[in-house]
């Protein structure tokens, strides 16, 4: 995908993030082996960096962790990657079905304005009596000023698209990943225009790979340190 999904203002530094071996002194232990979502729409997860101790205004506030689960190999990152950039595309191209009516309707003007010009073509043509190669060199001015046109108008739609997606979504992404262990994993993905990178780790989430998925597909988020991450309804198997 020449992405890219703000798609998705840019995002916080994915790759400090490590793992939280132990229980918050003031949290309670039994809620890190929880359900991953409860009833609100977002549900937090707190990490320290570099083994430093978890910091927060709050302490009771943490309600789960995240763990590293396992460093990612290049194959892992590309197939992730792809992953990531596959479900981002299919978002971008539902976006433009919404947009397309206003979209073909530009188009559509085009395509008219073109024909009337070389309509108008062929009448002078004709009146003068222009030879016919001089006159069909103009009608293909005419259609090369309007395949260039659209073109330019199928850019700014896929940009809308992107757009509202970027709206909707943000430009950070949580890929759930696949494992035998049935453990709710996921990796980060930043979207930005040169593309989509992958977080050099995959995290585990208090939780199973089943309730993951149902949170993914109820729209949920997961937020960390300050950032906000869709989590994508996709899976990547990891060799």
């Known amino acids: 995908m020449n992405a890219t999904f703000r798609l998705l203002p840019l995002c916080v530094p994915l790759f400090l993030l490590v793992s939280c071996g132990s229980t918050p002194q ?86 008219q304005k ?25 009608v293909a001015e005419v259609k090369t000023e309007e395949t260039k046109e659209i073109a330019q108008v199928d850019m700014e739609w896929k940009s809308a698209a992107r757009a509202e997606v970027v709206r909707q979504y943000g430009s950070d992404f949580a890929v759930p990943v696949a494992n035998e262990e049935n453990k709710a994993v996921v990796a980060f993905a930043s ?17 199973t790979s089943s309730q993951l998925a149902s949170a993914a597909g109820s729209g949920k988020r997961i937020t960390h340190n300050g950032g906000s991450y869709a989590l994508l309804d996709a899976k990547a198997s990891l060799q």
């Open 191 to 207: 979207v930005k225009d040169s593309g989509v990178s992958i977080s050099s780790a995959a995290y585990e989430l208090a939780g």
């Open 26 to 111: 003031g949290a309670d232990s039994t809620d890190l082996d929880g359900p991953v979502f409860g009833k609100k729409d977002e549900t937090k997860f707190v990490a320290g960096t570099d083994g430093s101790p978890v910091s927060v205004g709050n302490i009771a506030a943490i309600s789960k962790t995240i763990r590293k689960y396992k460093n990612l190999g290049a194959g892992d990152k590309e197939i992730l990657r792809r992953v990531a950039e596959l479900k981002l595309d299919g978002l971008i191209a539902g976006e433009m079905r919404k947009l397309a009516p206003r979209f073909e309707r530009k188009k559509t003007v085009i395509r």
């Open 114 to 138: 073109s024909q009337t010009r070389i309509a108008t073509v062929r009448k002078q043509a004709a009146t003068a009596g222009k030879p016919a190669a001089a006159v069909e060199k103009e």
